[in-house]
């Protein structure tokens, strides 16, 4: 029998998430980041957002070249350097048995959202630990797997850097699942796009605790492993390469992602990038629409203009 594509296509982001990582720490420790603001300060890209997203594009559509593949940095140079383009599909996660739905989907009919840095502002200011490679794969419009890649993670065996992955109608792997402390409600939220709208929004929901840390990617490994119950974002300014890996994994675990109103965003090749109803985020402890339920009116209403 065939492996199925949709494996295939997890196993090989897998590897390719790390080969972005270990481009990612290359280009911190030679030092010179190239950095290019894109539409202002808040929007800076380096040379290692770029080079990672070559080598993953590349390397993707490369063994699947009918692949949709949309990447945060734009149209790529897939001429890349022979080192770059990686061929192995991970063994292990191969191992796993595919989900009956999405048996048979075949390769034209997948969207790949790719983020080769989330949490670039983090990285520019050396808070490396904040810092993932996002991708994730989306089936019929919806966020369906994802690799949540950390490239700066110190492992026990003391190797660096771990995949997390998550499949729905499988489930996740690469991390201990964890559950928040009970009677509290820990929110975690942006470090460097903080505004009066987001910070309305936090107050409304009475959290006990904000933990304020760079990356979609990195707040959802905050609910993954236990730190906090929700990640609310009350701004336009995630794109859909930011929320399809972390939305993919967290609702392979049973949490869900989804804009402020409680709505799940369309993971289709075109629809408008923007995530404009902002990002709210849930463990499966909590109940998901008691919380969309207590956002305030205004602020949906601040969003929609
Ligand atoms: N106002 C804004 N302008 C541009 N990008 C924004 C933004 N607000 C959030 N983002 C992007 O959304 C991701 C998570 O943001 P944050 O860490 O503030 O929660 C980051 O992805 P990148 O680092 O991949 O660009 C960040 O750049
Ligand atoms: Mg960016
Ligand atoms: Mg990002
Ligand atoms: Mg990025």
Known sequence: MTTPQVMRIMALSINTAARAGSIIRDVM???????VEKEGKD???TEADRSAQQCIIAS????????????????SNLDVKPEWLVTDENEEFLKNCCPEEWREIKEEEFVVW???LDGTSEYTQGLLEHVTVLIGVAIKNRAVGGVIYQPYYKQSNGEIGRAIWGLKGLGTGGFK????????MIITTTRSHLTPLVQQALDALSPTEVIKVGGAGYKVLQLLEGRAH???????????WDTCAP???LEAYGGILTDLAGVHYSYAAEVDYKNRMGVLATVPELKHSDIANQVPKDILDALRS
């Open 29 to 35: 420790q030679r030092g010179n980041l190239g950095i």
């Open 114 to 116: 790719v983020d080769p």
């Open 60 to 75: 993707l559509s490369r063994k699947f070249p009918n692949l949709k593949i949309i990447g945060e940095e734009g149209d």
């Open 43 to 45: 929007d800076l890209q």
């Open 177 to 184: 699942p964890t559950s928040p402390p009970k009677g509290q």
């Open 230 to 240: 929700a990640y609310v974002f009350a701004s336009p300014g995630c794109k859909r």
């Open 247 to 249: 939305e993919a994994v």
